[in-house]
């Protein structure tokens, strides 16, 4: 989630500059000071956790924060996510505009505050329109999208809402993205639900004194 290429070094400036992601946050449902789980910080890490924890602090945004708080609770699991978001994220055949497009989806769907917080941005960067992205936030089908990214948006919605995808959605997609491409692009959806999941269960909020992107009474 919200995962950067940057040093040691600019990660620790981020997180010195984003001054506690968790330790100000009160979570939904939650009284004040009692977080689900606890931030943690690097000190804190038994022996399992340590050697991801420093993996995590190296190219993270948000350093511990984020699903990697509730993630490393459990070692191996986090282990094992941790590889296969490397892949979906920096190795993937999916082009970078696509699969922060697909992520976003994900976001919305969930209507997940973090992962849109995080992946919006980098969405923009990487070439997706304000006015598409716009328009996937307030619940609407984008206008103006690209051929690509409509059929990343019909494929990623029917299996989503579905639970399926037509032939002729699956034939666009296969057209845009080849067979690997479809297959990184279903990987990569599943395993943003799974995301959002962590972060809705942990009750991950958006750094302390940023909006939340999804506002109460919004579609």
């Not at 804190?44 to 993270?60: C, D, F, M, N, V």
């Amino acid at each position: 989630m919200g995962l950067v290429r940057a040093g040691f070094t600019a990660t620790v400036a981020v997180l010195a500059a984003a001054g506690g992601w968790l330790a100000a946050r009160t979570p939904p449902g939650a009284a004040a000071g009692e977080p689900r789980f606890p931030q943690l910080t690097l000190e804190q890490l038994t022996p399992a956790q340590r050697p991801l924890g420093e993996k995590i602090l190296k190219i993270s945004s948000v350093g511990l924060a984020g699903p990697y708080n509730p993630m490393i609770r459990s070692p191996e699991m986090a282990q094992r996510m941790y590889d296969l978001l490397d892949y979906l994220r920096w190795h993937t055949s999916v082009p970078t505009r696509l699969n922060e497009f697909a992520i976003l989806i994900q976001g919305r769907l969930w209507r997940s505050q973090v992962e849109w917080y995080a992946h919006y941005p980098l969405a923009i960067k990487a070439g997706l329109s304000e006015q598409v992205a716009a328009d996937l936030k307030a619940n609407r089908r984008p206008e103006g999208m690209k051929p690509d990214e409509a059929a990343v948006y019909d494929f990623c919605m029917e299996l989503s809402t579905r639970h399926a995808v037509s032939d002729a959605t699956f034939a666009r997609a296969k057209a845009v993205l080849g067979e690997q491409g479809v297959v990184d692009l279903t990987a990569l959806t599943g395993t943003y639900v799974t995301v959002a999941m962590l972060l809705s269960m942990a009750e991950e909020g958006v750094p302390p004194g940023k909006e939340p992107p999804f506002k109460p009474g919004e579609p």
